[in-house]
């Protein structure tokens, strides 16, 4: 069975662009969740999408934003890039069983560096 | 969800037992005690999760206090590929679908074996 897979791995922009960053979960999980990972606040939930809706969200501005499609790809979005949203992305699916304690598949990431 | 504290840092020599602690005194008797580990340049993985009793499988084991207010990951004898950073974080299974695709990542306890 195939793993996560996130797509760019490595991406550079410049302040002010937008990136959209893509998801593929493993097949047969219709949960995709988003985490930003940086030196100083560690790993940190961006949102949850479950069956095409937002079912969670962390505390980030309304800049990030995401979707998924009813095949469970999901994409992230970051308007207006700032220097401080350089980060490594991670994706994660999860197979919802009902249960809290599934555990969760994330990918390799994708490096954003805003420059 | 409830707070859980790790060391900063650990170290080992390859081949040797390593005891990974967490201590989780705020912890409910809903919350699932779950392990993920992020090796270098990669996203986190799953290692082990429990409830009340210690479990096995064949990554590690867990050893849950009987006051569940703290608990041990136990790596029965660590190779190079174990070094990575460990995450002990707590999921409740009362919070409902909608916390099912979120985890909360503490600082975690950057593990290194020595050869």
């Known amino acids: 069975k195939a793993g996560v897979t996130q797509t760019p791995r490595y991406l550079i922009k410049t302040r002010g662009q937008q990136v959209t960053l893509s998801c593929s979960p493993i097949?047969?999980?219709?949960?995709v969740s988003w985490y930003q990972q940086t030196p100083g606040q560690g790993l940190q939930f961006l949102f949850e999408?479950?069956?095409?809706?937002?079912?969670n969200k962390g505390n980030f501005p309304g800049r990030f934003s995401g979707r998924q499609f009813s095949n469970s790809r999901s994409e992230m979005n970051v308007s207006t890039l700032e220097l401080g949203d350089s980060a490594l992305y991670l994706c994660?699916?999860?197979?919802?069983?009902?249960?809290?304690?599934?555990?969760?598949?994330f990918g390799p990431g994708t490096r954003l560096t805003v420059l | 969800d409830a707070k859980t504290t790790q060391p900063n840092s650990m170290e080992s020599n390859e081949e040797e037992p390593v005891h990974l602690p967490c201590n989780h005194s705020?912890?409910?008797?809903?919350?699932?005690i779950h392990w993920y580990r992020q090796l270098p340049s990669q996203g986190p993985e799953y290692v082990i999760h429990?409830?009340?009793s210690n479990v096995n499988n064949r990554m590690a084991s867990l050893a849950i206090a009987e006051d569940r207010k703290s608990s041990t990951l136990i790596l029965h004898r660590a190779t190079l590929r174990d070094a990575a950073v460990y995450y002990c974080i707590l999921r409740d299974s009362n919070a409902g679908g909608t916390s099912y695709g979120k985890l909360t990542f503490g600082q975690g306890t950057i593990l290194t074996v020595h050869p």
């Open positions: 429990g409830l009340t």
């Open positions: 999408y479950f069956s095409e809706t937002q079912r």
């Open positions: 994660a699916s999860l197979y919802d069983a009902g249960v809290a304690h599934n555990e969760q598949f």
């Open positions: 097949s047969g999980h219709r949960s």
């Open positions: 705020t912890i409910s008797g809903t919350d699932y």
